[in-house]
């Protein structure tokens, strides 16, 4: 298989406090994109990040990444409960025309 | 960004049974995917939908099972055949709306096999 690893599987912080995810992946890639799931239902894109690229920042996110480990790191700071969801990385290896092969995720729990 | 919608958002169905689900999207892309998703599960590429000619597939899933129609760039349907309920599941389209390859994602289908 050529899904990524995402750790910690799960997560549980209280809100204000920051959490980070990391993913690892095995080939190399044009781009890596996070995503948030919220129960099961669609994905919300929340950014992408480009291999020549070492790191993103979108509001309370911040996106790392690190070609030369195959890995990327995703921050939300100042969390909030409604941050509670399952978040996935993405990859879409050189040559492989689009196609996203996800890691397996990360449960986030954040509580009040 | 892209506004994707996916009918139906869900269903429970019997064995056996055919189910197919559409994807619509508010304007023309060129490419389009459908993946799956197993409960707790991550997402697997199921086929990628081309316009004009016969989807392309990923290892382990076959048109006959899941057969694709790609009729315009905005819409496409893929059916999930003689289901079992390992077919249970959450389907979801997505687009490709970017240069660089960023990818949007429909709403889901969540698909309960009896």
């Known amino acids: 298989s050529q899904q990524g690893e995402e750790d910690p599987q799960a997560l549980s912080i209280q809100e204000g406090e920051n959490a980070t995810m990391n993913c690892s992946y095995k080939t190399s890639i044009n781009n890596l994109q996070w995503y948030r799931q919220n129960s099961g239902r669609g994905l919300v894109h929340l950014i992408l990040i480009r291999s020549n690229e070492r790191e993103k920042h979108s509001g309370r996110l911040r996106v790392t990444l690190d070609t030369s480990k195959k890995s990327s790191s995703l921050l939300i700071t100042a969390s909030r409960a409604a941050d509670t969801a399952s978040y996935f990385c993405a990859t879409d290896g050189s040559g492989t025309a689009s196609k996203l092969t996800f890691g397996t995720g990360t449960r986030l729990q954040v509580t009040l | 960004s892209a506004v994707i919608s996916q009918k139906p958002s869900r269903d429970i169905c019997q064995r056996g049974t055919s189910l197919t689900i559409q994807c619509q999207v508010d304007?023309?892309?060129?490419?389009m995917f459908w993946y799956r998703q197993q409960p707790g599960q991550s997402l697997t590429l199921i086929a990628t939908a081309n316009q004009g000619s016969e989807a392309t597939y990923e290892s382990g899933f076959v048109i006959d099972k899941f057969p694709i129609s790609r009729p315009n760039l905005t819409f496409s349907t893929l059916t999930v055949s003689n289901m079992s309920p390992e077919d249970s599941s959450i389907y979801l389209c997505?687009?490709?709306?970017?240069?660089?390859?960023?990818?949007?994602f429909g709403p889901g289908t969540r698909l309960t096999v009896l």
């Open positions: 997505s687009v490709v709306r970017s240069s660089y390859n960023e990818q949007f």
């Open positions: 304007s023309q892309v060129t490419m």
